[in-house]
């Protein structure tokens, strides 16, 4: 089953710190969003699989965008 | 044998009858579930031998569809008084053995006069809910009446609602208006309409988890304050949020003695907050630190978990905390955590419990999603909430607090008895680099080349940032009432709440005041 994994909140993408493939652990960051003057860390909801990832840094996001595919 | 002989055997007889509810094979039914019977579970709940159940031979007096075969002892509900802790509390269990614990007019009956009785000797109710909902025989009667205890009940006695199975229909709305409601994972279910009847409805289809399960009202709907493993974690649950609450609303709540020192002072509490403002920190870290080693009970952990509520102890005595988390949503305000927050700083107000919050926010969260669901007449019962409430008051300024945030959960203006500021912190109306494209904005635009713009509005910003970023502005204008090392933050607090202990503050006289729903 897949998990979207979305933006909580809108705003810039600053990192991105995995890539299709890689094995996560429910927990592992995923995306840093800076959001109200804030960094945001977007952890994995989930243990899986990358399936894709659907930013880049620098990309602005609103809420609800999906972020990261978690298979 | 003499007839008395006989007749106290004869009530031996009943009570053994009694015991058993619906008898062995619907008991095995309920273990190999994973619950417990309501019996069990009123046995854990009280202090060993103290509960004294009453009405145990009521019994419905419905005759249609065959139900005047079938009347057993108590109506599907066990109902009665007893100590927790040494403390009396009155308390119902819907036995799911009986008739699924339905609610018949009997049932209801019973339960109205549990709440009638707690709500006239000042003590709180206990219910620990089993039941698939409304005796259809009986066609509901009476219990829309429980309804209404319970708004009599509210703000005079706790009630704490369990929900340890099915609570389905209409009986939802009891849990609904009581304090707090706590459901078991896996087992506990709470819905309007079942599965069966929005297939039905609408064609949906979805399990009873995924419709109203435990994580389902903890994390998404906000019904659940809390979410238990199993029936016993439940019991235990709810004896010791209890030693958190007075009785009654006149009551101040329990001392509870601790080895803690009251001038202990955290070094590690100097270093929590990091240097580079964008970077969050973990507020749990610091409400542990400073409160009774090991008391935070935290209250709806998995809905808004931008904002923190729970009770915690500071020498001993009882405090509500609330508490920006910037891990989450960088800490803001949505429509969620101002509700949560709101009901909790409520509560907090009715059982004389003082209010400490730790205020690190950036505002409101924007979107047009939030403006139109409501974040302005939704968002404002935080702010309500804190100005009606009466109890001691006080505010700890983490770091940022800006715009509305700042309005809702960091100033002195909304009746705060103190407001203490770290060295960190910071309060404005907007963040520098905003303020600045406000103030400027004519300045800026005249400014073709991007780069002198940039650097204007930098220069600008750094301005803005020397003169608010600190508390010392605050300080200067009466704003605040003192800066605090962090270290210093709990004997600060304690000495505060002894100074508050008798804090006498009415506000205007009306029928009750109107908070925006």
Redesign the interface.
Known sequence: MATNVTA???GKILAVKVEPGKQVKKGDLLITL????????IEAPVDGVVKDVKVKPGDTVK?GDILVIIE | MTKIQEDIEKLKKLRAEVRLGGGKDKIELQHSKGKLTARERIELLFDKNTFKEIYTFARHQCRDFGMDKYRPYGDAVITGFGEINGRICYAYATDFTVMGGSYGKTTAEKICDVYRRAREVGVPVIALIDSVGARIQEGGEKVPQIFYENTLCSGVIPQITAIMGPCAGVSVYSPAITDFVIMVDKTATMHITGPRVIEVATGEKVSEQELGGADVHSRISGVADFVVKNDKECIELIRKLLSYLPSNWKEKPPRVETDDDPMRMDEKLNSIVPDD????FDMYEIINRVVDKGSFLEVKKNFAPNIITGFARLNGETVGIVANQ???????LDINASEKAARFVRFCDCFNIPIITFSNS??Y???V?QEHQGIIRRGAKLLFAYSEATVPKITVLVR?SYGGAAAAMANKWLGTDIVLAWPSAEMTVM?AKEAVSVLYYKEIQKIEDPNEKRKFIEEKAREFEEKFSNPYHLAERMAIDEIIIPSETRPWLIHCLKMLRNKDVKHPKGKHRNIPL
Do not use: F, Q, T
């Open positions: 909580p909140i809108p800076e959001a109200m003057k804030m960094e945001n860390y809420a | 403002p964008k970077k969050p910037p891990k989450w949503l960088a800490g803001c950036p505002g969260l924007p979107g999603d940022a963040g």
